[in-house]
């Protein structure tokens, strides 16, 4: 990326909080997420992936905090692969709930927090993060959602374990709208079995979540102002800073061998810095689909890219360059998510990069729609510009053989001239 000489003043001020700015106000209440009392209060809202194991309710009094109730889980995971096993517990109301809530806007909470019984003679590990997307609201299950990165934690053996999860408000809203938090995710270790008499047994109780004296305020302008930015070109992400990583997450398809290890880097390449770094996985099964990342539609916040899509003065082209570390082509592609109806806007374009070389993606902000036609043959169109979510970066099957490693680097909007006809 281009070199800096000095940082923007609300990047200094954003990392000041990573590095322990004052945290905010403290709780004045709470909302409860699940008291775990019956069997549809609870236990119909969870979901799981990885093959989890068993999720249950528990009415035995030795395991419960509070109440009558608690959850019994005992994780399983793909015995073939190290994946975690992960249970979701819904942050909105599903299918068959004998409740309704909805406590999705994550601006209100300072922390998640709950009793974790581990029922076994050794220590346990245990994850929580955030389901931060899903491709709806009733098929919550990371197969198909993305989540933030996990805090450990470690559960003492026969005894209650009071585990709390602190939001990171500066962290979520790189790259996620803060306001829509589909669930909390509690992950375990893969058991290495398919039998449950082999594996742990854990009891989750009181899961709430604790709320801020007042909500959390986003950030309304750029969180990065990026060196080299001109009037007629603003660059987005240059991953300068090592907090731009999280505006990058994997497009999460079925199979999770296919996830590339994302990381910045400094390759020392000339006048570019640090980059975004993919390390590409071949992935054995014929599942017929590209590999991809996303870029947080966030990047373009405080900007009106309708105002730049309908302009008649200059036209504008959504851009980043490419670099290719491998020995082979590799043929990167760019799609553009529309937020709200999470359409993708495909522009079926893409950029051919050889080896050891730079290439540049461009495509022009105007052009990124879609259209769907429902049964009377009415047709809506979703233009980008009027809703702009992710930036989805994808490449291509390849055969067998080493992970394949490219750059990405200087996300940018630019401009030329309309030139009179």
Known sequence: ???????????????????????????????????????????????????????????????????????????????????????????????????????????????????????????????????????????????????????????????????????????????????????????????????????????????????????????????????????????????????QMYYAHCAVYRWQERRPDIDVYNPMLGDYGTVLRLTTRYCPYNVNRSNAIRISGEIFRGLDLAAMADSTDYVYYIKFDVYNESNADISVSGNFIHKSSEKTCKTWTSVTVSPKTWGTYSYQLSKAKTSTTDKLGNVTTYRYADDPGDISIGWGQYEEGPRRVFYVDNIRLERVPVVAQ
């Open 1 to 243: 990326m281009f070199k800096k000489i000095a940082l923007f003043l609300a990047t200094i001020t954003l990392l000041g909080c990573f590095a322990g700015c004052s945290k905010p106000a403290s709780t004045a209440s709470y909302d409860q997420l699940y008291t775990f009392e019956s069997y549809k209060e609870s236990i119909v809202q969870m979901k799981s992936f990885n093959q989890f194991g068993k999720v249950s309710l528990n009415k035995d009094v030795d395991f419960v905090k509070q109440g009558e109730g608690s959850c019994k889980l005992q994780p399983l995971g793909e015995p073939e692969t190290t994946k975690n096993p992960t249970v979701v517990f819904s942050t909105i109301s599903l299918p068959d709930s004998e409740r309704e809530f909805n406590y999705m806007d994550f601006s209100k909470y300072e922390k998640v927090s709950a009793w974790v019984y581990n029922d076994e003679d050794h220590e346990v590990n245990m994850g929580i993060s955030l389901l931060t997307s899903a491709v709806s609201y009733d098929r919550l299950t990371g197969d198909y959602g993305s989540t933030t990165i996990t805090d450990n934690f470690i559960l003492k053996p026969k005894q209650w374990n009071k585990v709390v999860y602190q939001i990171n408000h500066a962290y979520l809203e790189l790259f996620v709208d803060i306001h829509y938090i589909y669930g909390v995710c509690f992950s375990f270790e893969n058991a290495g079995t398919r039998y449950l008499s082999e594996t742990d047994t854990i009891y989750v109780d009181d899961l709430k979540l604790e709320k801020l004296s007042k909500p959390y305020q986003t950030t309304q302008a750029h969180i990065f102002e990026c060196e080299g930015s001109t009037e007629d070109k603003i660059i987005l992400a240059d991953f300068e800073q090592y907090a």
